[in-house]
């Protein structure tokens, strides 16, 4: 089992629906979950945080997370053209100083 | 956050050659980090740079084909060496600035073609 999982898509969302990314982890005693935004040609830029079970919202963005479950999601409303990227869930390591990363969703929101 | 400035931005190498990355951050930070990207796969860590001490090496990475040194809380490079085709890929420089859990920034990244 990879440590953090995603699909790799591409998903393909309708402009103005919503967007819903997946991620589960395998680490019990990961304690924060990032969602980053990668866009082709560029470095990664971290959109989204969480720490505590529940949900998170910032704008359009709104990011979910349980931990009984081992599961972190990021939902994007009203999704636009300039969404369309790769989305990296990303879990520091619980005992070693590192964050692993998934795979990256392909997200494209067609007009 | 971090300002990170890493070069060179991109390079062309010939096979055999080494290539050096640099990365200044514009603060002291504890974690540096050293990643590589293939082109449309995920990243991929290569090492933490640790500063006064030999970096953190993960799995399938050596420190003879990708020494790295650090030798203050600001500056890092990774040195690409005797390069092959398959070497050519984006490396990225990553610092935490708050410590563990806590979210990454990145420089640029060096896009790297091996001829």
């Known amino acids: 089992q990879k440590e953090v999982e995603q699909n790799s898509g591409p998903l393909s969302v309708p402009e103005g629906a919503i967007a819903s990314l997946n991620c589960t982890y395998s680490?019990?005693?990961?304690?924060?979950f990032f969602w980053y935004r990668q866009y082709s040609g560029k470095s990664p830029e971290l959109i989204m945080f969480i720490y505590s079970n529940g949900d998170k919202e910032d704008g359009r963005f709104t990011a979910q997370l349980n931990k009984a479950s081992q599961y972190v999601s990021l939902l994007i409303r009203d999704s636009q053209p300039s969404d369309s990227a790769t989305y990296l869930c990303?879990?520091?390591?619980?005992?070693?100083?590192?964050?692993?990363f998934g795979s990256g969703t392909r997200l494209s929101i067609r007009p | 956050s971090a300002v990170i400035s890493q070069k060179p931005s991109r390079d062309i190498c010939q096979r055999g050659t080494s290539l050096t990355i640099q990365c200044q951050v514009d603060s002291q930070v504890t974690m540096m980090f050293w990643y590589r990207q293939q082109p449309g796969q995920s990243l991929t860590l290569i090492a933490t740079a640790n500063q006064g001490s030999e970096a953190t090496y993960e799995s399938g990475f050596v420190i003879d084909k990708f020494p790295i040194s650090r030798p203050n809380l600001t500056f890092s490079t990774l040195t690409v060496s005797n390069m092959s085709p398959e070497d050519s890929s984006i490396y990225l420089c990553s610092v935490q600035v708050a410590g563990m859990n806590t979210e990454a920034f990145f420089g640029q990244g060096t896009r790297l073609t091996v001829v």
């Open positions: 680490d019990r005693g990961s304690q924060s």
């Open positions: 990303a879990v520091p390591h619980s005992s070693a100083s590192k964050i692993i």
